[in-house]
C-alpha cells in the first residue's frame, strides 16, 4: 500500500459527521500506517501535493493571502500553487543549489515563503525556516552551527543576514530577496523559470527539514525532520485539527517556527483544504485579525494561548463567526474562562492540544472531544504515538493521578512524526533517548478517564520545601483575578525553601500596579489555591517574554531572577508574601 491511499483514508475519515465513526475510522487509519512498512523513497511535494491534490482538486484554492493593512488579496489554486513553487525550484537550480544544501528562510508570511517551502521539499534540500525576529548574535550562532548554501529574506533580514555573515566569513551560493538589496538577488527572477520542475529523488530517511528550536530551555537545538516525519507525521495534526477537504484553514503563526509548518503548510496541504495567510506586519492587531477570521469565512481558527487572551479583551459580539466550525489552541492549556466565554459567542470549543518541534501532534482533544472537552486538559494521545509517563528513574507510571515525564513509548513501534536526531548533538540524543523511551521534556499526569493534564517543563517545575509546584495550575489562578491579563510562575532563589513561588503579572490596561492590588491578589491566591502553591512574591510588570510561537520564555525569567537575587535586588513593582500582615489573619490556607 503506498502512502498516498492512507492520506486518502484520512480525508475521508476527517469528513464524517458522525463523531464516533470518525474516531473509529482514524485509529484504523493510524494502525495501518503504524504497522506498514513506509516507502523507501517519499516525496511529499511531487506525489502528495501534485500527485494527488493537483490532479483532484487543481482548480481548488490552496492558498489565500490577505495583507490586513492594505486589504491585498492574493489566491492560489493548487495547481497555481504547483507552478510557482516550480519556478522557484528551478531558479535554485540554475544557481547551483542541490539537493541536501542548506536553505534558509527568513521571510514574513508571504506567499513566497509558501513556494520556497515547496520547491525546497521538491528539490529534497534542507530547509531552515528562521524567524524574522532573529538578531545578528543569534544568525551568527546559526550560520556557524549550519552554514547556509541558499537564504530568501525581506529587505529588513537581509541587512541582518549580512552583517552576520561577514562577521563568520561564510558566503552562501545564493541570497535571495524579497525586494531589491546590493549583493541579493531578487526572487522576481524566479517568475522568468518554467512552472514544471524535476523532483530529487528522496529517501523518506532523508534530512528535509532542521529546526532551531525556540529556546525555551536553554541554547537552541537543531532538531532534523526527514522527507517523512513531517509530511507524514502531520497527519495526526490534521486529524487532531479536524480538517477536511474544502476547509478554510488559519493558523495564527509565524514563519521560522515549527508551528507554522505545522498548521499552516502540511496540516491543511494533506487533506486538500485551503491555508490562509493574514499578514498585519510589526504590530498585531486583534480586532482586524478577527474580523479577518469572520470575513473569509474560516473554518477552523488556531491560536496560541496569548493570542486567545488578548483576543478576550475584544467585544467578541461583533464579530460574524457563523463559519467556523473548529476552534483550536496550542502551546500551554488554557485557563477555563477563555474557553467559556470563546464558546459563549462562536458556539465552538477551544479544544488544546500537544506537540513539540521534535514531533507532531502527540495529545490532543481530536473532534469527537466535542461536549467532553475538560478545560484545563490538554486531552488524549493521538493514535499515531505511543504515548506514556515516566518516573524519575525511568519506570513507566500505569496509575492516575501521578505526575511523570511524557515520553513516546518506542518499543512497540516508533511513531513516524518524531523527529531524525539533533545534528551534531550525541549527549543531547543521549539524555533524551533512553530505556526504549523518549523523553519530552514535559511533566504531566492523566486521570481515571484518560484525560492528560500538563504540568510544565520539566525544568519548569518549581521544588519549595518538599513540595513540587507546576507553573500552570498557579498562572491559572493568577489569571482569573479581573485585573490581570497574563502571568508566568517560575521559582525563585530561597536559601530556606530552595524556591519561592513568584508570579510575573501583567495587568489589563488601565490598571495600575499598588501595594493594595499586590494584596488582593495575594488574598485571592489565598482562596483558590492550596498552601504551598500561593506565590509568596508578585512582580507587576509591563510584558512578559515570549518566543515568536508565543510561548512565555521562563528560562528568561529564571535566568534574571537568579541574577537579581545574587544581587540582593527588588524590582520596582515586587511585593512579598511576608511584608503582608494583613494575610496572617486571611484563613487557613495562609
Known amino acids: 500500500m503506498g502512502l498516498e491511499n492512507i492520506y486518502k483514508e484520512l480525508m475521508a475519515a476527517n469528513a464524517m459527521d458522525d463523531d464516533e465513526r470518525k474516531a473509529v475510522a482514524s485509529e484504523a487509519v493510524f494502525t495501518k500506517l503504524n504497522q506498514m512498512q ?75 515563503t509558501w513556494f520556497s517551502s515547496i520547491a525546497s521539499i521538491k528539490g529534497g534540500m534542507v530547509a531552515v525556516p528562521t524567524a524574522d525576529t532573529m538578531t545578528v548574535r543569534e544568525l551568527e550562532y546559526r550560520f556557524e552551527s549550519y552554514p547556509p548554501q541558499a537564504i530568501l529574506a525581506d529587505e529588513k533580514s537581509a541587512v541582518l543576514i549580512d552583517e552576520a555573515l561577514k562577521n563568520i566569513g561564510v558566503t552562501p551560493k545564493l541570497k535571495i530577496i524579497l525586494g531589491e538589496a546590493k549583493g541579493w538577488t531578487s526572487y522576481g527572477e524566479a517568475a522568468k523559470q518554467k512552472p514544471t520542475a524535476e523532483a530529487a529523488d528522496t529517501k523518506s530517511s532523508d534530512i528535509i527539514l532542521c529546526f532551531f528550536t525556540s529556546g525555551t530551555t536553554g541554547m537552541a537545538k537543531r532538531v532534523a525532520h526527514t522527507a517523512a516525519s513531517y509530511p507524514v507525521g ?33 496540516a491543511p496541504l494533506n487533506m486538500g483544504a485551503t491555508t490562509t495567510g493574514f499578514f498585519y506586519g510589526p504590530k498585531f492587531d486583534t480586532a482586524k485579525y478577527l474580523g479577518a477570521v469572520a470575513k473569509y469565512k474560516v473554518n477552523l481558527f488556531c491560536a496560541p494561548p496569548t493570542a486567545w487572551r488578548a483576543f478576550m479583551l475584544l467585544d467578541l459580539g461583533k464579530f460574524d463567526f457563523g463559519a467556523l466550525r473548529e476552534s483550536l489552541s496550542a502551546g500551554e492549556p488554557l485557563n477555563p474562562e477563555i474557553i467559556q466565554k470563546w464558546k459563549k459567542y462562536t458556539g465552538t470549543e ?53 505526575v511523570g515525564h511524557i515520553v513516546v513509548k518506542l518499543n512497540r513501534w516508533r511513531a513516524l512524526g518524531l523527529f531524525d536526531r539533533y545534528v551534531g548533538d550525541e549527549e543531547k540524543m543521549k539524555s533524551v533517548f533512553m530505556n526504549n523511551f523518549y523523553y519530552t521534556g514535559d511533566r504531566a499526569s492523566f486521570d481515571e478517564k484518560g484525560y492528560w493534564w500538563f504540568v510544565g517543563r520539566a525544568d519548569d517545575v518549581i521544588k519549595s520545601s518538599d513540595y513540587r509546584v507546576g ?30 513561588v513568584k508570579g510575573f503579572v501583567v495587568l489589563r490596561p488601565g490598571v495600575e500596579p499598588s501595594r493594595e492590588l499586590a494584596l488582593e491578589v495575594f488574598q485571592h491566591c489565598i482562596e483558590v489555591l492550596a498552601k504551598f502553591k500561593i506565590p509568596r512574591i508578585i ?27 545574587e544581587k540582593n535586588q527588588k524590582g520596582p513593582q515586587e511585593y512579598f508574601y511576608q511584608d503582608f500582615p494583613e494575610l496572617s489573619s486571611s484563613g487557613k490556607k495562609k
Open 350 to 402: 477551544i479544544r488544546d492540544f500537544y506537540g513539540q518541534t521534535e514531533s507532531t501532534a502527540m495529545i490532543g482533544n481530536p473532534p469527537w472531544h466535542k461536549g467532553k472537552v475538560i478545560p484545563g486538559s490538554f486531552g488524549r494521545p493521538s493514535f499515531l504515538y505511543d504515548v506514556g509517563l515516566a518516573d524519575d528513574q525511568g519506570n513507566e507510571i500505569t496509575k492516575p493521578n501521578e
Open 234 to 266: 502531520h497527519l495526526s495534526t490534521a486529524n487532531m485539527a479536524g480538517i477536511r477537504p474544502g476547509d478554510i484553514h488559519n493558523n495564527l503563526s509565524q514563519p521560522g517556527w515549527a508551528k507554522w509548518a505545522w498548521s499552516c503548510l502540511f
Open 38 to 112: 513506509i516507502p523507501t523513497r517519499f516525496n511529499w511535494a511531487s506525489e502528495i501535493l501534485e500527485g494527488m491534490h493537483v490532479k483532484e482538486r487543481g482548480a481548488q484554492t490552496a492558498l489565500l493571502w490577505v495583507d490586513l493593512n492594505s486589504g491585498e488579496e492574493r489566491r492560489f489554486t493548487y495547481s497555481e500553487l504547483a507552478a510557482q513553487s516550480n519556478r522557484c525550484l528551478n531558479f535554485l537550480s540554475a544557481h547551483g543549489v542541490a539537493k541536501g544544501d542548506s536553505f534558509y528562510m527568513m521571510a514574513p508570511s508571504v506567499p513566497e
Open 539 to 565: 512582580e507587576f510588570v509591563p510584558e512578559l517574554p515570549k518566543t515568536i510561537s508565543g510561548k512565555i520564555r521562563r528560562v528568561q525569567l529564571r535566568a534574571s531572577e537568579q541574577e537579581n537575587k
Open 471 to 500: 507553573p500552570f495550575e498557579v498562572e491559572s489562578a493568577l489569571v482569573e483575578h479581573h485585573a490581570i491579563v497574563e502571568a508566568a510562575v517560575v521559582g525563585s532563589p530561597d536559601p530556606q525553601r530552595w524556591q519561592l
